[in-house]
């Protein structure tokens, strides 16, 4: 009977889309929360919730597609996974791992959560991917493979970038929220009003630098009073 079967493809197909757009939006905050909350501004009190994705889509996408890249290379060089059912994972050495299994996720959380605490800023450049692991094995256990992906290593591949994106956006708004307050990278403003010089041995410029816009408003920082 195919009526069954397609009111059961809509309905997936429905389910994806909704659970999908929750998802974007998730990441979407999660990105805008990184990013606003060093400057000590509640974006969303400025932004509507169709500009909310609209804002964060194009810094998270030009940076993770890069994290999608590797993941999948990753996949190709390495078709068979990192240990192979029937190969390695009943090798002696795959049996020890397993028996000490307990132990090392307690040791791997731990350094985790101290890397997440005590690390420099810079932590966020690889905590997303140490958080995405164990939350995609989980994940691979209680999510069967779909009607549309047939390989269980790009299933793996998938549940992995699913579980990445969200600490990946928040980190990546962390990393340039930091830039700014730093000098490290930026857009200044320079005011017509009084003429100044550049000298190459200045410390910090005081140029009022570009944090965004936001409705009609516009945010600058200025690192002299470290202020918004």
């Known amino acids: 009977m195919p009526t069954p079967t397609n009111n059961a493809d809509k309905e997936s197909t429905i389910s994806i889309a909704y659970w999908g757009g929750i998802y974007s939006l998730l990441v979407a905050i999660l990105y805008l929360w990184g990013y606003w909350s060093p400057f000590s501004v509640n974006i969303l009190e400025h932004l509507s919730l169709s ?11 030009s940076v993770f597609i890069f994290l999608a890249l590797g993941a999948f290379m990753g996949e190709i060089m390495l078709p068979n996974g990192f240990m192979p059912q029937g190969g390695v994972a009943n ?8 028996r000490y299994a307990p132990a ?29 692991i164990p939350i995609s094995l989980a994940l691979k256990n209680t999510i069967p493979l779909s009607s549309i992906i047939k390989s269980e290593q790009t299933h793996t591949t998938l549940l992995f970038l699913l579980a990445a994106l969200p600490p990946f956006a928040y980190g990546q708004g962390i990393l340039r929220a930091n830039d700014i307050i730093s000098g490290k990278s930026y857009s200044y403003v320079i005011s017509n009003t009084q003429p100044s010089e550049s000298k190459a041995s200045s410390v910090q410029s005081p140029h009022l630098r570009y944090i965004g816009k936001a409705g009609d408003q516009y945010f600058l920082y200025s690192p002299a009073t470290e202020s918004v």
């Open 51 to 61: 500009d909310v994705v609209k804002t964060a889509a194009y810094p998270i996408a």
């Open 91 to 98: 090798s002696r050495a795959g049996v020890i791992l397993r």
């Open 104 to 132: 090392l996720a307690t040791i791997y959380i731990l350094f985790v959560l101290f890397l997440f605490i005590f690390a420099p800023i810079e932590k966020w450049k690889i905590l997303p991917a140490l958080i995405a």
